[in-house]
C-alpha cells in the first residue's frame, strides 16, 4: 500500500468514525476468513459495518477523527465496527458481536466509543442485554400511553357512578325522575351528587315550612273571627231587651188610671 493509499483509508476510518453512533473494538484474533464473512451479514443486519485496519492507520484516524479513547485500545489485533445513526441499531450490533463470540470463543470487547463517549468492554457486553430500537420505542410507546387509558377509563367510571347515583336519588324521591336523567345526561363535572341530595333536603325543608305557615294563618283567622261574632251576638241581644223596658215605662201604672 502507498502513501496515497494509505492517506485515503486514513480519511476513510476518520469519517466513519466521525459518522458512526457508536464504535466498537474488538479483539479478532483467531478468526478465520469465512467467520468474519458470516459476522459481516450478521452486522450488515443490524445496520453495522465490520472493517480490519492496521492499528497504525487507525491511530491517524482517531486523531484525525478526535476520537483520542479509541487509541487506548488500539494494542494488539484490531477490529472495529461502525454503527451509523440512520440505519444502524446499536443493541443489535452488540447482540450479534456477544452472539458470536459465545459460539466461537472468539472476539473479545476491547472497549469504543458512543456519542462521543468512550465505552469499556463491560459497557459493550451490558448494551447487548438491551432491547432492539423498534421493540425499545414500542415499550416507551406503551409507557406513555398507558397513563392515557387510565384516565380514559377512570372519566367514563366516573361519569357511570354519578348516573347511577342521581338514578337513586331520583328513586328515593328527592328529586324529579325527569331532572335526574337530564343532569345525567350533562357532562361530567357539572352536577355534584352531594350537593343535589343537599338541594332536595332544602327544598323539601322549605315546602315543609310554607306549609307550616299556611296552617298557623288558617288558626289565627279562625281565633279572630270568634269574638267578633260573640260580639254581635251581644249587641243583638241588647238591642233586643231595649224595647221590653221602655214599654214598661210608658205604661201607666194602676193608680194614675184611677
Do not use: C, W
Request: aromatic residues 4%; negative net charge.
Amino acid at each position: 500500500m502507498n502513501r496515497e493509499q494509505k492517506t485515503a483509508v486514513v480519511a476513510e476510518v476518520a469519517a466513519q468514525i466521525q459518522a458512526s453512533e457508536a464504535v466498537f473494538a474488538v479483539d479478532y484474533r483467531g478468526i478465520s476468513v469465512p467467520q468474519a464473512a458470516a459476522l459481516r451479514e450478521r452486522l450488515n443486519e443490524a445496520g453495522a459495518r465490520f472493517r480490519v485496519v492496521k492499528n497504525t492507520l487507525t491511530l491517524r484516524a482517531a486523531d484525525k477523527a478526535g476520537a483520542d479513547s479509541l487509541k487506548e485500545v488500539l494494542e494488539g489485533p484490531t477490529a472495529f465496527t461502525f454503527v451509523p445513526p440512520e440505519e444502524g441499531d446499536v443493541a443489535l450490533a452488540a447482540k450479534a458481536l456477544a452472539q458470536f463470540s459465545r459460539e466461537h470463543n472468539l472476539l473479545e470487547f476491547k472497549g469504543g466509543v458512543m456519542n462521543g463517549d468512550p465505552l469499556t468492554a463491560e459497557q459493550i457486553a451490558a448494551i447487548a442485554q438491551l432491547p432492539a430500537k423498534d421493540l425499545l420505542y414500542g415499550q416507551v410507546v406503551g409507557m406513555i400511553a398507558s397513563p392515557i387509558t387510565g384516565l380514559v377509563r377512570g372519566l367514563n367510571a366516573l361519569i357511570a357512578g354519578l348516573a347511577i347515583q342521581l338514578k337513586q336519588i331520583a328513586d328515593e324521591g328527592m328529586v324529579p325522575r325527569g331532572e335526574a336523567q337530564a343532569a345525567a345526561a350533562e357532562a361530567p363535572g357539572e352536577a355534584d351528587p352531594a350537593e343535589a341530595d343537599q338541594a332536595a333536603q332544602s327544598e323539601q325543608a322549605e315546602e315543609e315550612a310554607a306549609r307550616s305557615a299556611e296552617d298557623e294563618e288558617t288558626e289565627s283567622s279562625s281565633e279572630e273571627s270568634a269574638p267578633a261574632g260573640a260580639e254581635a251576638a251581644g249587641e243583638e241581644t241588647e238591642q233586643t231587651e231595649a224595647p221590653t223596658e221602655g214599654e214598661d215605662t210608658d205604661t201607666p201604672s194602676q193608680g194614675e188610671n184611677e
